[in-house]
């Protein structure tokens, strides 16, 4: 006789949210650069779990604004810490949830998200220049919430100084060079739309840039950023819901890469992807379920990577995530474009075309 599958006990993934900031460890402090993407995590998980006001507004919302760099126009990842697109865009999701973007400035947040444009379409994290497609979706996914989404159809200003300073080494302006005399060229839209398409691969998965990699992670942000700009066109979608579908072990659980383990985190990368593809069937929904509700810490709460691990809200909020848009019974539904409360996207204006699955009445299903 089978042993009976757990369930998902709320209440104790509320308390575990609630109670991150209070136990002030060496782990605590030595993930101070996660800590607004935790915060976003955390919100995040609560909205899903229908508990969005488990956490005080007001502090969160100081918190964030804590976090802002003057000089960067932008967020840090805590209190002190240089702007980043990726803390910036934790720093807007967090305040749309509390519908408390009004202190920000917003202006300076897009002339600092446009300026992480490169030439080549590539969208750099900051002023250091690292480059990924996990930024081309931050840029994208952060316009668009912000109702600014405009400012990519603007022709990317290409630095061409006469004596060649600041060039890269493919021979074009390297990112926050000195602008000599400039000429346009297509636009960014243009540029970063292109940059992703050069980053899908053979078998219709996606790179962290041109030439690398297939990976489930990477492909949740192309294929994000193209919905988002309406260019799913250029993605073969049963190529990649194949691909997508083979990540799912015996087990129940996704990886993100052939041969390797699965990890509960792909419950949203792969799973979300795949309902932005129409493509959700085809992986086996209870298998699923049943691996990322193995994973739960069910005397402290929380997610981890997979059962037996230790727990963590970035598994939490993605297990959660993963388990709402295959119809979990009593969570909301979350949006796979934003990882978002559809709730919030549909009130903004954002709600494109996607798959979910009919809400179970009960888990397990009699």
Known sequence: MSAPSPTLDIDLHVRYIQQ?????????HLTEHLRLNGVYWGLTALHIMGRPGALPREPMVEYVMSCWDDEAGAFGAHTGHDGHIHSTLSAVQILLMQDALAPADVDRIVSFLVSLVNADGSVAGDQW????????????????????????????????????????????????????????GPSMRARVTDNVRRSMNFDGSFGSRPGAESHGAQVWVSVGALAILGRLDIVDADLLGAWLSERQLPNGGLNGRPEKLEDVCYSWWNVASLSI??????????????????????????????????????????????????????????????????????????????????????WPEA
């Open 129 to 184: 220049g690292e480059s990924d497609t996990r930024f081309t979706y931050i840029l994208v996914a952060c316009l668009s919430l912000l109702g600014r989404l405009d400012a990519l159809d603007a022709p990317h200003r290409t630095a061409v100084s006469s004596a060649g300073a600041g060039a890269g080494a493919d021979g074009g302006a390297a990112h926050g060079a000195a602008a000599g005399p400039s000429e346009a």
């Open 277 to 362: 593809l129409g493509k959700l069937h085809w992986i086996n929904r209870d298998a699923l379920v049943g691996f990322i509700l193995g994973a739960q810490d069910l005397e402290d709460g929380g997610i981890a990577d997979r059962p037996g691990d230790w727990v963590d809200v970035f598994h939490t909020v993605f297990g959660l995530a993963g388990l709402s848009l295959v119809g979990f019974p009593g969570l909301d539904e979350v949006d796979p474009f934003y990882c978002l409360p559809a709730k919030l996207t549909r009130r903004l204006g954002l709600r494109g075309t996607y798959q979910v699955l009919e809400r179970m009445r009960a």
């Open 20 to 28: 991150l900031d209070q136990k002030q460890d060496l782990a605590y």
